[in-house]
């Protein structure tokens, strides 16, 4: 985890495999449109993609562990 980036659904789990399937798929349709997907993250107050929100998932990073 060199980048301590995680992915969760909305409550805080684990996605569902479904979840995983439409986040690749959202994806891939916003990066042919432009980015449009990506881009709009700029607009969004949680800074959310297109494929977060419809699939209900979000990248956080995780707290850096003192060794």
């Known amino acids: 985890q060199t980048w301590r980036l995680k992915l969760i659904d909305d409550r ?3 996605p569902t495999l479904a979840q995983l399937i439409l986040r690749v798929v ?6 042919f449109c432009f ?3 990506f881009l709009y ?7 959310r993609t ?3 929100i419809a699939s209900g998932t979000r990248v956080v990073v995780t707290p850096k562990l003192n060794k």
């Open 12 to 14: 805080g789990n684990k």
């Open 26 to 31: 959202t994806g891939t349709l916003s990066l």
């Open 35 to 37: 980015g449009l997907g």
């Open 41 to 47: 993250s700029l607009i969004d107050q949680q800074n």
């Open 50 to 52: 297109l494929h977060d």
